[in-house]
């Protein structure tokens, strides 16, 4: 909830007379200031105003003003790379897991038509192929430490300072290294305290709580949640994972509807939360891995603020925001070959999926690698549209619970971030070569960084009060078993519970009914 005081003090400048909105020629220079590429193009000027003015009335109010001009300059500053037109790129890096003396990944010298040849601390050689995609390369001999500082401050800057959500990406072949990456050991998640071994995910945690009560203290009206959630895709449906494994709604807006949460106030919550998490995960045995991850899953960190904002004249009270900031643990995809499973097409196993059936194995591998390619190709087609400064919106048909919710960072919903995690031994070769085409190809994302609306908190909780009711009514007269509705139970069910939960967010903030 915090501001670019630079961009605030231009519009006080401009906000003469106590004027509260702006036309199209009292921020022609700013826009051309902002966007060097459109100065003296009338036209695409024009343009970039319409795009910023939310309510198309023509003129930008104090929040459309802010909102614009404040993420571009203040990423910018922060480091996250932005384009002329404003677009910010996505940051993805690569760490390569040390070599094994034993196990599956121990190096077998085989013959492989796809190799990593060699590597830099910026690129990456496969089969004569050089990846020059990596911000960084990081090298085995990084400590997790270094990982953290190299990966994460500009990503936890935006989501806990800009109001901005964060989708990160962790993705690499079972066994070279993500958990270790995300999460570090089981025994570093007991402390509270920072921890050598600690992976990202605890990492970011610490950051933003320090930095929570840090502001907390020299400005003692802000109150804050700190959630966390879990999301299970599996067999291209999404289930929460804090709940039954009940399924859950992908709205338009690339947000799930209802999720159960927990709130953690120190790093060691973590324990439980992946217990649970990973242990309701669905895995199963392969050649590769005995407990290989057959599921993307999504562990959310949402963060709830509450205060006045002290950049209005007068200050605005009662501002509440929540923001996210995601990791997406991506399955890893081996070629049926290694996994030893059954194989079943993708349209096969769509359907029976569809119908509630189970599907091998191999034909898991098959949707899995489907909405990995889906993924990368949307990219594409997503930094096109935002280049020539179009409205993109991700495809209906087709479209998994997986690709509506990743998708997100595509329309300029999050900042995209992403970590692989690669295998040096000759065997994996082709599994290397998949997660650097993937990766490169996300790394070409450029899209708009738009922040979280600040809202009022009493609204916002007259407004979640209703939905909870509703969602509840529907719950209440949906039967479980011996009617056509009953397809629904399990959806409305955790729909009415993390509607409910929600409400106790924002009570937890001291939301209250307005009248």
């Known amino acids: 909830m915090t501001c670019g005081t630079q961009e605030l003090c231009v519009f006080q400048s401009l906000d003469k007379g106590g004027a509260e909105q702006l036309t199209f020629e009292d921020v ?23 795009r910023i003015d939310g309510d198309k009335d023509g003129i930008l109010s104090k929040t459309e003003f802010l909102a614009y001009f404040f993420d571009i300059g203040e990423a910018t500053k922060l480091g996250v790379e932005v384009t002329k037109a404003g677009l910010a790129k996505a940051s993805v890096f690569a760490r390569l897991r040390p070599r094994a003396s034993e196990g599956g990944y121990k190096d077998e010298n085989v013959a492989c038509s796809k190799k990593l040849e060699k590597f830099t601390e910026k690129a990456l050689w496969v089969s004569g192929k050089k990846y020059d995609f990596p911000s960084v390369v990081l090298t085995p001999e990084k400590s997790q430490q270094e990982v953290y500082d190299t990966i994460m401050p500009v990503l936890v800057d935006a989501w806990v300072q800009q ?5 990160f990406f962790a993705y690499g072949q079972t066994g070279t290294g993500k958990t270790h990456t995300m999460f570090g050991t089981s025994e570093s998640l007991q402390s509270s305290s920072q921890h050598e071994d600690w992976g990202l995910f605890p990492r970011v945690v610490d950051q933003c709580l320090k930095r ?5 203290e020299g400005w003692k009206e802000v109150k804050y949640v700190l959630t966390a959630s879990a999301l299970e895709f599996y067999c291209c449906r999404a289930f929460d994972l804090l709940y039954q494994k009940t399924p859950v709604i992908i709205d338009k807006d690339c947000k799930p509807v209802g999720m159960n949460y927990m ?28 407990g290989s991850s057959r599921s993307h899953v999504a562990l ?18 009662d501002q509440y925001t929540s923001t996210t900031f995601t990791m997406m643990d991506l399955a890893g995809s081996e070629r049926v070959s290694k996994t030893g499973a059954e194989r079943m097409s993708g349209m096969e196993a769509i359907m029976t999926v569809a119908k509630g059936g189970d599907i091998p ?6 949707l899995i690698n489907f909405e990995l390619s889906a993924l990368s190709s949307e990219v594409i087609i997503a930094t096109e549209q935002h280049t020539k400064g179009k409205v993109y919106k991700a495809p209906k048909s087709m479209s998994t619970d997986t690709i509506k919710f990743a998708g997100g960072c595509f329309e300029g919903k999050a900042l995209l971030g992403m970590v692989i995690c690669i295998s040096q031994a000759s065997q994996n070769g082709w599994e290397t070569w998949f997660s650097c085409e993937m990766a490169s190809k996300l790394a070409q994302l450029k899209a708009p960084s738009g922040k979280e609306k600040i809202r009022n908190l009493h609204k916002e909780y007259a407004a979640a009060l209703k939905v909870a009711e509703k969602a509840q009514r529907e719950f209440e007269t949906t039967p ?8 629904f139970y399990s959806l409305r069910k955790g729909a009415a519970h993390g509607a409910r939960r929600y409400c106790e967010i924002l009570e937890t903030l001291g939301a209250k009914v307005s009248g």
């Open 163 to 167: 109001c901005q959500n964060v989708m």
């Open 263 to 290: 709130v953690l106030d120190k790093v060691s919550d973590l324990a439980t939360f992946v217990e649970e998490v990973y242990g309701n995960r669905t895995v199963k045995a392969t050649k590769m891995n005995a």
């Open 212 to 216: 929570l009560e840090a502001v907390k």
């Open 300 to 317: 959310i960190l949402t963060l709830h603020q509450f205060g006045d904002d002290p950049t209005t004249d007068p200050p605005k009270k």
């Open 361 to 366: 194995t191999g034909a898991q591998a098959t």
């Open 28 to 50: 022609r220079e700013l826009l051309q200031n902002e966007n060097p590429g459109l100065a003296g193009d009338e036209e695409a000027l024009k343009q970039e105003f319409a």
């Open 480 to 487: 479980e078993k011996g009617s056509p509705a009953s397809k």
